[in-house]
């Protein structure tokens, strides 16, 4: 049965463990270098910031929960679809959970996973990991470490070090660095926005964290319920919790892919004490050209973590990826796909979460080496053409089909700049634009109209 924790400090203790913590802090800002997850790749490590708050709050609320399964005693049914990088903001976030209107296959995890699958490596001490993060995670660090088993605790530690893994990897591609941006949402909880524009490989990168907390309205209640979710609040109140980690990537270069990715969790607490919780996420690429032996390693990598823990995943996740990313008024997907999941709930929260940190972590070996690939290509001004054609269709997909952003831009208190973070910087839309048979052109739009199975 889940339980309610209320977090309260008083002064004097709260003052205590905020110096506790600084000067462990200190102690550990000269520690070394981090090495990102790409096979010889170095990158340094980044300075804790000057002036930044590890204690957002003296008191928290946080809902804490016990138990395996996505409910407990109770069969959960419905799919639940969200998308995109809109996922990770304070109204996306809870938006994309709640805005779907198609009744999606619901994600099945094996019932068994093979037991050399699943991670078994130290996770280390926590305050040690933050010191590697891009900023102080959104939670207090005295409520992490006192929480370290908690799944809350787990995913929020997986979210911000795969923010910071593929910001540091990019900024060593780029020679750049990303602006850090906190913010906070008053209904609860916050993020971290990372954004490097207009550098040197990367028109705009953006690589978003957020973690919120509250009450489900009685209106997302309500759509949640039409789909088959029997939902019992206390007093109209349904507290929730979603967090997630979301980026997408665009290139100056139109031979380098744009990328995109987001992993998320949610969870929500009933009258009873009983809790239902979920996984999502996905990655997935967009060239401006085909390129069999970038479409092959991508997909290959994918493939990999998803055959750990059962081999079905990948051709299940692969097809409903295709079927996600469609811009239906254009009768083409938006990239070359990858793979894309949603409603994952069992067996339990430990092979789900496994599964989850494993689809996490190809991140930066998916995409960096086809970075490194074509960083020096050359372009012509028309394949520089092309490649702001492409970058108007995946506009049109976000603000036409992502519900996620949809539901976020008509949501009152929504971070507007978080939500079109995934919007390139430049784009180009050409009246009855159709390129010539034969072309490089031709043969992406080609695969955009009839998705191939690049493994």
């Given at each position: ?112 996973v093979p037991r050399a699958a699943?991670?078994?490596?130290k996770e280390g001490d926590i ?322 109209r009839n998705p191939k199975d690049?493994?």
């Amino acid at each position: 049965m889940a339980t309610i924790v209320f977090y309260s400090v008083n002064k004097t203790a709260h003052t205590a463990a905020r110096r506790c913590v600084t000067s462990q802090l200190k102690g550990l800002a000269s520690a070394g270098e981090s090495v990102s997850r790409l096979a010889s790749t170095h990158t340094r490590s980044v300075p804790l910031l000057p002036g930044t708050r590890w204690f957002s709050r003296g008191t928290g609320v946080r809902f804490m929960s016990h138990g395996t399964a996505g409910r407990s005693g109770k069969t959960r049914r419905g799919a639940l679809a969200l998308s995109g990088a809109a996922a990770v903001t304070a109204a996306a976030a809870v938006a994309g959970f709640l805005a779907n209107t198609d009744h999606f296959q619901r994600a099945e995890m094996a019932t068994r996973v093979p037991r050399a699958a699943k991670e078994t490596e130290k996770e280390g001490d926590i305050l040690q990991r933050c010191q590697g993060f891009m900023s102080p995670p959104v939670t207090d660090i005295s409520v992490l470490q006192g929480n370290k088993d908690e799944m809350r605790t787990k995913m929020e530690m997986l979210i911000m070090e795969t923010q910071a893994d593929f910001c540091k990897a990019l900024e060593k591609v780029d020679g750049g660095k990303f602006r850090v941006d906190r913010w906070d949402r008053k209904e609860g909880g916050g993020g971290i926005s990372c954004v490097m524009q207009d550098g040197k490989v990367f028109e705009k990168a953006g690589v978003n964290v957020s973690v919120v907390f509250g009450n489900l309205t009685e209106e997302a209640a309500k759509q949640m319920r039409s789909r088959g979710k029997v939902l019992k609040g206390k007093d109209g109140k349904l507290p929730f919790v979603a967090m997630g980690v979301s980026s997408v990537i665009h290139p100056k270069n139109p031979h380098i892919p744009t990328v995109h990715f987001n992993y998320r969790y949610f969870e929500i607490e009933e009258e009873d004490g009983t809790k239902q919780w979920w996984f999502g996420g996905g990655t997935d690429l967009t060239p401006v050209y085909i390129d069999k032996e970038d479409a092959f390693h991508f997909h290959k990598t994918l493939k990999e973590a998803c055959d750990k823990h059962h081999p079905q995943y990948y051709p299940d996740f692969k097809k409903w990826c295709d079927r996600y990313f469609y811009v239906r008024h254009r009768g083409e997907s938006r990239g070359i796909g990858g793979i894309f999941f949603d409603d994952l709930d069992s067996p339990n929260q430990e092979e789900v979460f496994s599964f989850v940190k494993s689809c996490a972590r190809t991140v930066v070996p998916c995409y960096l080496p086809i970075v490194y690939k074509h960083l020096n290509d050359s372009f012509t001004n028309e394949e520089k053409d092309w490649q702001q054609v492409r970058r108007g269709r995946y506009v049109e997909f976000n603000l036409v089909y992502d519900r996620g952003v949809k539901f976020g831009l008509a949501t009152p208190g929504s971070r507007i700049e978080s939500i079109l973070m995934s919007l390139p910087l430049t784009a180009r839309w050409e009246y009855m634009h159709e390129p010539a048979k034969g072309t490089r052109e031709a043969e992406m739009l080609d695969a955009l109209r009839n998705p191939k199975d690049w493994v």
